[in-house]
């Protein structure tokens, strides 16, 4: 009770509390994931060479990174709004880049502007091994990225622990459809009737900012006899 009053923002013994504009939330969460799965991270390796780049960077680098982490907030696991240190922004931004193979030391002009788009409709057709959806009204020439999660009936909200990335697309112009049921059933290859899937799109911009996943239900056609030739 008094830490409600007090407004306190942290965790305390497994109940976090965190602090919105005009509201708090308090929760107990599990922790979701076991040691060993986290260790066969396949990024792990990667990860832990941008922290030595970090170190190997000179230090007028380092003081760039420290002059743009003051541009950019971030929430913390408790929604508070806050700074990275220039390191810390270094290591985000370079992580975020991992899927797409790049990776940045000079952040100067570092712009956190990412594309928004409108997520249309989604198909999958198991038959053929299809799969593909439909994007609109892109404001400018972005990369995005596609992951996908499936169940067997239905998927009731967004997770996060059966979504895998598949594919990585350039788009330059305001209209995008894509077809990639090789990527879809390659990541997914017992995807058949009776299971549903949720495609999320991501733009990412060259800084390794990336939007808010729009996400796509797409439907699953039935199947259909061929006609006799």
Same mark, same amino acid.
Do not use: H
């Given at each position: 009770m008094g830490a409600i009053v007090t407004e306190i923002v942290?965790?305390?013994?497994?109940t976090n509390f965190r602090r919105g504009v005009n509201n708090g939330i308090i929760s107990n969460k599990s922790y979701g994931g076991t040691k060993n799965k986290l260790l066969q991270n396949p990024q792990l390796g990667a990860i832990a060479s941008i922290f030595?780049?970090?170190?190997?960077?000179?230090?007028e680098l380092?003081?760039?990174?420290?002059?743009e982490a003051l541009n950019f907030l971030?929430?913390?696991?408790?929604?508070?709004?806050?700074?990275?240190?220039?390191?810390?922004?270094f290591s985000k931004m370079n992580v975020q880049l991992l899927v797409v193979n790049e990776s940045i030391a000079d952040p100067t002009g570092?712009?956190?502007?990412?594309?928004?788009?409108?997520?249309?409709?989604?198909l999958v057709v198991p038959q053929y091994n299809g799969a593909s959806f439909r994007v609109d009204d892109i404001s400018i020439p972005s990369r995005f990225l596609i992951s996908c999660e499936i169940a067997h009936g239905p998927l009731n909200?967004?997770?996060?622990?059966?979504?895998?990335?598949?594919k990585e697309v350039y788009v330059g112009g305001t209209y995008w459809e894509e077809e990639f049921g090789n990527e879809f059933?390659? /990541?997914? !290859? @017992?995807?058949?009737?009776?299971? *549903?899937?949720?495609?999320?799109?991501?733009?990412?911009?060259?800084?390794?900012?990336?939007?808010?996943?729009?996400?796509?239900?797409?439907? /699953?056609? !039935? @199947?259909?006899?061929?006609?006799? *030739?």
């Open positions: 942290g965790s305390i013994g497994g030595k780049q970090w170190r190997a960077l000179d230090p380092q003081g760039y990174w420290n002059a971030f929430p913390d696991k408790f929604g508070v709004q806050k700074n990275l240190t220039g390191r810390q922004l570092m712009s956190s502007d990412v594309a928004t788009f409108d997520p249309g409709p989604g909200a967004p997770t996060f622990t059966r979504r895998a990335t598949i059933f390659a /990541t997914f !290859p @017992y995807y058949t009737y009776g299971y *549903e899937a949720r495609f999320y799109i991501e733009a990412i911009n060259e800084w390794g900012f990336k939007s808010v996943p729009n996400f796509i239900s797409p439907v /699953t056609l !039935p @199947y259909i006899i061929p006609p006799e *030739e």
